[in-house]
């Protein structure tokens, strides 16, 4: 099992950048794919961005594409996500997540239903 604690959301005006941390327990986190999650009130939780066990591979919703960049430091157990030039609309309790890769295969979900492990979520508020 691996717990995740996400931090570094807040109130921020619009344009402006955020740097989101997802922590992971254990010593395995190299063995899990990852990814962030967003749910705005009366809204379902949605995709926002996926990286690879290694890092290599990133994915991101067309949403945020070219805004925010994902990233992972697997020594520290440590996911992040860059995000810049906010918008109200990416206001939203921020997840992250993670899947345990098996049988070798190196996949990277992009849906939550796939996901084993999620944190408490990290409130982000972008002002107009």
């Known amino acids: 099992q691996v717990q995740l604690v996400e931090s570094g959301g807040g109130l921020v005006q619009a344009g402006g950048s955020l740097r989101l941390s997802c922590a992971a327990s254990g010593r395995t986190f190299s063995t899990y794919a990852m990814g962030w999650f967003r749910q705005a009130p009366g809204k379902e939780r949605e995709f926002v961005s996926a990286?690879?066990?290694?890092?290599?591979?990133?994915y991101y919703a067309d949403s945020v594409k070219g805004r925010f960049t994902i990233s992972r430091d697997n020594a520290k157990n440590t996911m992040y996500l860059q995000m810049n030039s906010l918008k109200p609309e990416d206001t939203a309790v921020y997840y992250c997540?993670?899947?345990?890769?098996?049988?070798?295969?190196?996949?990277?979900?992009?849906?939550?239903?796939?996901?084993?492990?999620w944190g408490q979520g990290t409130q982000v508020t972008v002002s107009s």
């Open positions: 997540a993670a899947h345990q890769l098996s049988g070798g295969r190196p996949y990277t979900p992009r849906t939550q239903y796939e996901y084993d492990y």
């Open positions: 990286i690879s066990w290694s890092g290599y591979s990133t």
